[in-house]
């Protein structure tokens, strides 16, 4: 149990462009989620929480205009990194706390975003 | 955005020997968890941490919630050439869902 998908694993896009980040909830219902980035050999940097039925919750200095997230159900975020330049090119992992557990969160496998 | 505290930052050691790692912090946690993660992939929850002072294993591994709640020990035993990784801790205060990430350890073992 307990076990989170993302998809894409990889992605390569041209600067200027958006690309959409999907984090699924594949056993287990999460009401909210959360989306990390990790530069190499740094460690996890909370983005925001996600929450379904209501608007994320950004961390500061991270750009709401720039990284959108919609909670669309118990199971599925969305993160799209708007108008994509190079200097966005990281791991983006999602987790997800079960709405039966308070205190645990599973990961995702990652999405390892390029742009060119 | 804040980070705890993590040593050693790396380590090599050689198969069979025992490692200790630690994690600090200048909050009090209600939650510490520890995660391993491979190269490429996301992070996997190894321990769950509860209480101040509780000492919970899983398998080779033991961890303990330290008794001033802020800070966090992982133990592993008889190291194995697959517990190569990144370990991270996380920890998380009353009210919040939101954890904080250690800065890492990275763990190399030498068969």
């Known amino acids: 149990g307990a076990v989170v998908s993302q998809h894409p694993s990889r992605v390569i896009c041209k600067s200027g462009t958006s690309v959409k980040i999907e984090c699924r909830s594949l056993d287990f219902q999460a009401t909210t989620m959360f989306w990390y980035r990790q530069f190499p050999k740094q460690s996890l940097m909370l983005m925001a929480t996600s929450n379904e039925g209501s608007k994320a919750t950004y961390e500061q200095g991270v750009e709401k205009d720039k990284f959108l997230i919609n909670h669309a159900s118990l199971t599925l975020s969305t993160l799209t990194v708007t108008s994509a330049h190079p200097e966005d090119s990281s791991f983006y992992i999602c987790s997800a706390k079960p709405d039966r557990e308070v205190n645990e969160q599973f990961f995702g496998p990652g999405t390892r975003l390029t742009v060119l | 955005g804040q980070q705890l505290n993590q040593s050693p930052q790396s380590m090599f050691i050689q198969e069979g020997e025992d490692v200790s790692m630690n994690c600090t912090s200048s909050?009090?946690?209600?939650?510490w968890l520890w995660y391993k993660q491979d190269p490429g992939e996301g992070p996997v929850l190894l321990i769950a941490l509860y209480k101040a002072g509780e000492l919970t294993s899983n398998g080779r591994l033991t961890a303990q919630f330290g008794i001033t709640r802020k800070d966090s020990f992982l133990n592993i035993s008889a190291s194995i050439p697959s517990d190569v990784g990144i370990y991270f801790c996380?920890?998380?205060?009353?009210?919040?869902?939101?954890?904080?990430f250690g800065t890492g350890t990275r763990l190399k073992v030498l068969a």
């Open positions: 909050s009090i946690f209600n939650t």
């Open positions: 996380a920890g998380r205060s009353s009210g919040t869902y939101k954890y904080i």
